[in-house]
């Protein structure tokens, strides 16, 4: 581990500052992902910016409209905490399916965003990288990509983004709120996290000196009947080989009025499907030529590598079974 510097700054506006001085420094908030990293080398932060006493950034509020978690919640508050649980259950179901309680009782909704990819390539100094090394080439591409992406990638990068989260916040039409030297401004979560192109170094839309203070979602009927559905080698402590986050409003006779999807597993970032609502509306859920439609608008342009073809079949089969899912809920509510 390399030497670095510490500092416990008590205001945003300090952090921020400390951060746009130095563009070596890091964030650190729970530590479950950089602290890993800077022990193994991959990261090496000349100085940590320990957030963890900036006061007000730990909150989770609501309004009748809004959902407002701020970047300091621990996963687990998160996850458990009654309005996330009543107006958007599939947050905490993606909080609940991710890491284990240890972990989420340590880790933060603002690391939790921007950790890094699990790509073996990029977490072991000894193979070439363009993420870590820019220009050094990729180990992934004809290596071992069985956890990689199908999705959006590209000749430099087959990294995936290994997050739960995200993903179901990216269905439920979430934002990311930002604040920098020149103010707040918050993105949607749709477009937080970079595909990787020419410079796979580059993972999300953060401008130097950015600190994440939280997220929204907007509360509404899909949002209370959402959905997180985590498909993966083992049933706990394992990333998702594909994950469906489903968010669904459905009419009396059981057929979809509304729904959002995206997927996670598949690319460097949440996939969101954005034709969802146009393909499954009038549709019943168990319906094979929409479901069918709907996949193959979701993986089109999908590039597998050797190893990691076998998620396109798996995530046909979850998109159906996501949506099932959260209709068999919605009738046993409804009975
Ligand atoms: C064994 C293991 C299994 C895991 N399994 C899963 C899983 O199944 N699903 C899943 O989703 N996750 C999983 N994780 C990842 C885990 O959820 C993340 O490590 C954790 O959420 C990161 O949060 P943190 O607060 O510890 O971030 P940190 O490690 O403190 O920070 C992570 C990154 O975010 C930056 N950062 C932190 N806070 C801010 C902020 N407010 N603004 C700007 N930058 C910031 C840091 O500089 C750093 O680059 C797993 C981790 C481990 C170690």
Redesign the pocket.
């Known amino acids: 581990m390399q030497p670095f510097g510490y500092v416990e700054p008590r205001t945003r506006d300090e952090a921020i500052r400390l951060a746009h001085d130095n563009p070596e420094a ?11 990293l800077m022990k193994s080398g991959v ?1 090496h932060p000349a100085l940590l910016i320990d ?1 963890n006493r900036l006061p007000g ?1 730990d909150e989770i509020s609501h309004s009748d409209r809004t959902l407002e978690i701020g ?2 919640a621990r ?1 687990s508050d998160v996850a458990g905490h009654p309005a996330v649980r009543a107006h958007a259950p599939g947050l905490s179901e993606s909080l609940l ?4 309680g240890q ?1 989420r009782n ?3 909704i ?3 965003l ?3 990819t699990r790509c073996l390539y990029f977490r072991d100094r000894h193979f070439p990288c363009n993420k870590r090394e820019p220009g050094s080439g990729c180990g992934a591409i004809g290596g071992e990509n069985r956890n990689l992406a199908v999705l959006g990638s590209s000749e430099r990068c087959i990294a995936n983004y ?4 995200a993903v179901m916040l990216v269905a439920l039409d979430g934002s990311v709120h930002l604040h920098g030297p020149d103010g707040a401004r918050s993105v949607p979560a749709a477009d937080f996290h970079r595909l990787p192109d020419a410079t796979p170094e580059i993972e999300t839309v ?1 401008a130097s000196g ?4 939280g997220v929204s979602v907007p509360i509404d009927a899909l949002s209370r009947r959402s959905h997180y559905l985590k498909v993966r080698d083992r049933s706990s ?4 080989s594909v994950s469906v986050a489903v968010a669904a409003e459905f009419e009396e006779d059981g057929t979809i009025r509304d729904a959002r999807l995206a997927l996670g597993g598949l690319a460097a970032k949440p996939w969101r499907i954005e034709q969802a609502a146009e393909i499954l509306a009038g549709r019943r859920p168990d319906d094979a030529a929409a479901l069918a439609r709907l996949a193959d608008v979701a993986l089109d342009g999908a590039r597998p590598q050797a190893g990691n073809a076998y998620k396109l079949p798996q995530a046909r089969a979850a998109i159906g079974r996501a949506l099932q899912t959260l209709a068999r809920r919605h009738t046993e509510v409804r009975a």
Do not use: C
């Open positions: 890091r964030f650190l908030a729970g530590g479950t992902t950089l602290v890993d990261m957030v950034m970047a300091l996963m399916l991710a890491a284990s972990l340590m880790a933060s603002g690391g939790n921007l950790q890094r290994p997050g739960d989260f953060i950015e600190i994440v203070t402590y394992e990333y998702a």
